[in-house]
């Protein structure tokens, strides 16, 4: 049976543990970007109208071309920001908007899904054209000059930061994960946390477009 001291150690041992735990969630609560509440079941966010998401970008698509935001304008924007290195939540999240998209049906026809890398130095011309074809045949992948990239996440809010990892010559990069949904007009409708549902996000979508 351990000895007194040692229960007060370990008391000790479990405070610093709580304390750092708090301390860190606090810090990553306080990281993050934009102040969001969930509404109802759906993963889909509401953000106050003070808020402002979205603004213009010029980028470079798959295909090499330059592009604007306004190349969409009359159509709604499906939008997220992510990698192609990235191992499980970026493959993922586009692969819920390409089911949502196929949800709607010919409804998607209104619809311009955005792949927008937070990693132009891996994620090049080249590499973008192979990797959205994993996905819907109408996603259009875009990246661009750093400062391009820079400017259009920080218009959506989007965090990004390269993490080093000393076991691999591969880096990761933490990114915040948000699918935006950009009305005709280009200005921001609502975005949905990852991990949403694909036919709750064609079901939002759609209450959307029948505005
Ligand atoms: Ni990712």
Known sequence: MPSRPSYLLIGALLTAL?????????????????????????????????????????????????????????????????????????PTELQIMSSALDVLEDDAERIQPLFITVDPERDTVEFMADYVSNFHPSMIGLTGQTAAIQAA????????????????????VDHTSFVYLMGPDGKFLTMFRAGAEPQDMARTVASYMGQ
């Open 18 to 90: 709580v304390a750092i735990a708090l301390i860190s969630w606090t810090a990553w609560e306080m990281s993050r970007p934009v102040p969001v509440v969930q509404f109802g079941g759906v993963r889909s966010v509401a953000v106050a109208p003070s808020v402002q998401i979205g603004g213009p970008f010029t980028l470079t698509d798959h295909t090499g071309q330059t592009v604007t935001d306004e190349a969409w304008r009359g159509k709604f924007m499906l939008i997220y920001f992510g990698y192609g290195f990235c191992p499980d939540v970026c």
């Open 153 to 172: 996440a920080a218009a959506y809010r989007v965090y990004f930061k390269k993490v080093e990892d000393d076991s691999s010559a591969e880096y990761l």
